[in-house]
């Protein structure tokens, strides 16, 4: 689907995000998940909205909104930015980790990919860290069906402590026990004890001397575990969030402060600064997400990823990635330039046809000169050389472009150009969407 003007327009932008509540029983849910899984077809098919979806990652930057009914009750859908985690690295990751901590919705829906699940389960421990009003969809099932890999939802809910649904977003399947599951956390009548992270002695112990600290102030404001490794990690952008949220700095109380520090120096003297502390912080997520998956996901056709393996390596390796690349899109730059040259010519022939017979009746009807200059000569021609120069090349390269996208290349496009966009403080994400506009300037500026 390509841009719209509710996912390019007003609706789009989160500006500070304001909910619009309808009525003021209204429920909000945020919809969280790794980039590129089904998202913002979650959120169009329960909406009804139409945000920008498309198999390339990175599409929906900012948080935008929208409302379905259900069983009576009015249901505000935050449909936001795809993370990997919410340990922030990016504007967009910022953005989806302070609607999930601070937005105070009343429960948060992460949309998984079934077909790499351990990986997306890294996010899922993160947002149950925070807030236990969480549902997991674990959406793309009919693509994990292909590659035969079969989910215990049962097993996995247990595991994690929260509901999980399986859901065919595209086609509508599950989204209906998707919403019972989302209107019993919202309501708070599912039982969640949400599965606790446990990290290594080191952490625990300095979690230890800050939680209790902070529960006597901000406790029932915020989950404290997971507010006191943050302040300890000492992320600038979160404790300004969390500045924001509780309107005061939580470093400005001292004892805050002063817990902080002996947790912090106790941590340097077992050799856990701040880069070693965030390294532990993210084994301890992984190996979490494969317990959490051990006995809950099974691959039925052990090999059924070794040709995507093989292929992924070929376009996206150190030595191949680069060149495969180039000679893909010089390959559709060409195929657009010289396969649309005959269509043109067709198409002018045939059109300036047309502007000579409008000049004959011109003619015979003794038109003014001034009134064929305007109509034929002005309005017409200009259509007549815009349809014959630009319509053949869109209508090879933007197919071309589609047939690159459901094949899943646009990723890859945006990992190879990854590190050349951050040397430029951009990110790889943003290639595609220099491709498509090179592409466009490509296409006319040569005529
Ligand atoms: N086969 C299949 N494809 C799906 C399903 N749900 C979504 N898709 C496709 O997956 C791609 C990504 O969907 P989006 O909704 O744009 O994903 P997103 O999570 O919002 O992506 P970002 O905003 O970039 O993070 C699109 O091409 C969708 O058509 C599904 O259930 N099955
Ligand atoms: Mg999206």
Known sequence: MGLTAESTGLGAVDNGLVIRKEDPGDRVIALAGNPNVGKSTVFNELTGLKQHTGNWPGKTVTNAQGRYLHNGRGYVMVDIPGTYSLLAHSAEEEVARDFICFGNPDAVVVVCDATCLERNMNLVLQTIEITPNVVVCVNLMDEAAKKHIRIDFEQLSQNLGVPVVGTSARSRRGLDEL?????????????????????????????????????????????????????????PSLVQSLTDFLGADPFEDDEVAQAVETARRYLAGEGLDEEHLRDSVVSCLVLGAESVCADAVFFEDRAYNERDRKIDYLLTSKWTGIPVMLLLLAGIFWLTITGANYPSQLLSDGLFWVQDRLTDLFTALNAPEWLHGALVLGVYRVLAWVVAVMLPPMAIFFPLFTLLEDAGYLPRVAFNLDRGFKKCRACGKQALTMCLVAGRAFLILPR
Do not use: F, H
């Open 179 to 235: 919403m019972e599951c989302v209107e019993r956390v919202a309501d708070g009548k599912q039982a969640a004890a949400p599965m606790k992270v446990r990290y290594n002695s080191y952490i625990e112990a300095a979690i230890g001397m800050v939680e209790p600290v902070l529960q006597g102030r901000i406790g029932d404001r915020i989950n404290t575990r997971w507010a006191a490794l943050k302040l300890i990690d000492a992320d």
